[in-house]
């Protein structure tokens, strides 16, 4: 076995959703059961380790969350000089040329 697709297991690349193959499942356990069982157990002992693996100490998920936790705390320690800086969200009022060119792209590319 090459892994879980050998057994009728596998995974829709668009959405994400396991899906299972019950005759070559059924087919698999009818030739070779010990085979299905040994890639089931070898799927399950790696996924162990990888999930270990990402959230152990200094490790991805950890660093992600804290670096998330850092940025939400400097905005809520900055978000007066922030909104000054950069403003309070309000939609662009272009003047000028600006104006100007945006009304020309929405003319020719407005749906």
């Not at 380790?49 to 940025?71: C, D, G, M, R, V």
């Not at 403003?87 to 945006?102: E, F, R, Y």
Request: hydrophobic letters at 40%; zero cysteines; proline letters at 4%.
């Amino acid at each position: 076995m090459h892994g879980m697709s050998d057994i009728g297991i596998t995974i829709d690349p668009t959405t994400g959703l396991a899906s299972l193959e019950n005759t070559k499942l059924d087919l698999t356990l009818a030739t070779n059961k010990q085979a299905a069982v040994n890639t089931i157990q070898d799927f399950s002992a790696n996924f162990t380790k990888s999930a270990y693996l990402l959230n152990s100490e200094n490790n991805f998920i950890p660093n992600q969350l804290n670096n998330l936790n850092s940025a939400i705390h400097y905005i809520a320690d900055n978000k007066d000089s922030l909104q000054i800086e950069f403003g309070i969200g309000n939609p662009a009022k272009p003047t000028g040329q600006v104006a100007q060119a945006l009304a020309a792209y929405n003319q020719t590319y407005a749906i």
